[in-house]
């Protein structure tokens, strides 16, 4: 069970930077809607060679026509992102990836 109360390091991605920045914030669902903008959709990835990660984007970011973020294979994101990790059960936890990790994909998508 997620501790609320607990901060987890995540990396937050907004539309106008290249791959984001690092942070910690709290897993309440009304911060992580406030941070994306509205109703909040999870996005599995498993990518060969990275941990499994998720992404946390706002359910109906592209029928309020947000700003364009980043493609993803098969599919792109609009708005702000949060980029987490999940446990077994499917709980929420800390990003798996490091900065290092990240910022390569976000390099290997956008060719």
Known sequence: MIDESQKYT??????EE?????CSISFRLENLQKTVGGYIEEVDFLVD????????CNEEG????LPFNMNFPGD????????V????DGELAECPLTFKQWKELV????K
């Open 85 to 88: 990790g999940s446990t077994i």
């Open 18 to 22: 290249e791959y984001g920045h690092r």
């Open 107 to 110: 390099d290997t998508w956008r």
């Open 49 to 56: 060679g990275y941990p499994h990660f998720m992404v946390i």
């Open 62 to 65: 592209k029928i309020q026509n």
């Open 76 to 83: 792109n994101f609009v708005g702000t992102i949060i980029v």
């Open 10 to 15: 995540v990396i937050i991605k907004r539309p």
